[in-house]
């Protein structure tokens, strides 16, 4: 993942695990060379020197093909992708070297077994670029790469990366029906078309398999029928002002996509604990997706698509650490304000990824972008306009100076945060060793922190009992 200053070079081992051929060795001629799309379509390149270009050159003939306007250019990124790793690359990464480079990678950032390594095989894509904020997107006038922009949201929707309320998915599902088929259309062909195209085309695919014990003795069938019919309903309101071009309606996409908190995250692969459970306390571990953006971070539940934690960069401390032996993990470690027994106490969240390395660098490089474009947003007196208020907070905007921040919602909505439901370490004794103690210590565990804090370290009375 871009953000720090990795080449992704394979760890220094005595035994390479790839058998790599001499990139020197690489033809000079011209080669064809086929950039992929989210949508599966491909960009056809014929490029000389395949194995020294660099990822900026190519962007000019993939910008050309697309007719990406230069004003727009730094909306997308090159990414190497496959199902077992995702990484977006710098300007001057060279893609041919980094597929060469593929093998080691993996086994430095995946936990996938041999087999799946060396069958493995990344594509080339052209994708939204991390770092590309939101505000500027909503500038972009171009149909073109509004297209572009809505392909990659509505993908992330139905494959529930992007997870979402009712509300918002079925808005999103007829604003794509719109998009996709028209509007103004007659119910009969709506229902046609969805049909021909797949409900699984408009909404996300989750939704077909859930809603519980209830509705699978119900059946299938009469789940997708309910789904249809609230999307046509749906469709049929928006399509009553039948006088916007597509342009209204993909920017209109967009901006509800950008009022979820995750929209234009990194994703990394990772575990969490889970509860201990039942006489034997037994635990194990969550599949998780954390994603990382300009905004802060996300834990998410891979099998619930909800959010587990959301964190803006002011509210969180963290830092990650290598496996100590054999067996160990690599772990991200997040720290937080919480709250035990109506006590304020900084809670511990371990998140077990051999992409830990990758997230903290892409967190770290996050938070010195946020910091540079605040200080240049910083007014005549030096004084910041307020940011957004954190997802999943009540009432940080008002709160005085120097008080800790609200507790994090917890409702029905896949947005809000589920803390109660993370096993976390509560307490942290005097920032030298985790232990399950309550607190007394008067700084962060951690010492990269993304200034101004809204997080603060809890500093408890000397007559609190330690247990």
Aim: some cysteine.
């Amino acid at each position: 993942m871009e953000g720090d200053d990795s080449e992704f070079p394979p760890e220094s081992s005595e035994h390479s695990h790839s058998q790599r051929g001499s990139v020197a060795s690489s033809v000079t001629r011209a080669q064809d060379v086929l950039v992929y799309l989210v949508t599966d379509s491909a960009v056809h390149l014929c490029v000389e020197g395949v194995g020294c270009v660099s990822v900026q050159e190519m962007g000019r003939s993939v910008r050309e093909a697309l007719n990406v306007p230069d004003s727009a250019q730094d909306a997308f990124a090159f990414w190497l992708c496959s199902p077992l790793l995702e990484l977006q690359l710098k300007p001057k990464h060279q893609p041919y070297k980094l597929c060469r480079q593929w093998q080691d990678l993996l086994y430095r950032f995946t936990e996938a077994s041999e087999d799946d390594i060396a069958q493995d095989e990344p594509c080339l894509q052209y994708r939204r670029n991390v770092f590309y904020p939101k505000i500027k997107e909503l500038q972009i006038k171009d149909e073109g790469v509004l297209r572009l922009l809505y392909d990659e949201a509505r993908m992330n929707i139905l494959d529930g990366r992007y997870p979402c309320d009712p509300e918002h998915w079925l808005a999103l599902g007829a604003l794509s029906c719109a998009i996709e088929l028209g509007t103004g259309l007659e119910e009969q062909k709506v229902v046609a078309a969805i049909r021909e195209k797949k409900l699984s085309s408009f909404l996300p695919g989750h939704l077909m398999v859930g809603g519980g014990f209830l509705s699978t003795l119900r059946g299938k069938g009469a789940r997708q029928a309910e789904l249809e019919q609230s999307l046509l309903r749906e469709y049929q309101t928006l399509s009553q002002d039948a006088s916007q071009d597509p342009t209204h309606y993909l920017r209109q996409y967009l901006s509800t996509c950008h009022t979820l908190p995750y929209y234009g995250c990194a994703f990394f692969s990772a575990d969490i604990d889970k509860p201990a459970q039942g006489i034997l306390h037994r635990g194990g571990r969550k599949a998780v997706t954390v994603g990382i953006s300009l905004e802060g971070v996300y834990v998410m539940d891979v099998k619930e698509k909800h959010v587990l934690l959301g964190l803006r960069f002011n509210e969180l401390s963290w830092d990650h650490s290598y496996p100590d032996g054999e067996g160990d993990s690599h772990i991200l470690w997040l720290e937080f304000d919480g709250e035990e027994a109506g006590t304020p106490v900084n809670k511990l969240l371990k998140i077990y990824s051999k992409q830990a390395e990758l997230m903290s660098g892409l967190i770290e490089f996050c938070v010195e972008l946020r910091s540079a474009g605040e200080a240049a947003a910083t007014g005549m007196d030096g004084e910041v306009a307020p940011a957004q208020a954190p997802a999943g907070q009540v009432g940080t905007a008002e709160r005085p100076r120097g008080n800790r921040r609200g507790k994090l919602r917890r409702q029905s909505s896949v947005v809000c945060s589920r803390v109660h439901s993370l096993n976390t370490i509560s307490y942290v004794d005097d920032g030298k060793e985790i232990k399950r103690l309550k607190p007394k210590r008067a700084a962060s565990f951690f010492t990269r922190q993304a200034p101004p804090q809204d997080y603060a370290a809890v500093q408890v009375a000397e007559s609190l009992e330690q247990g």
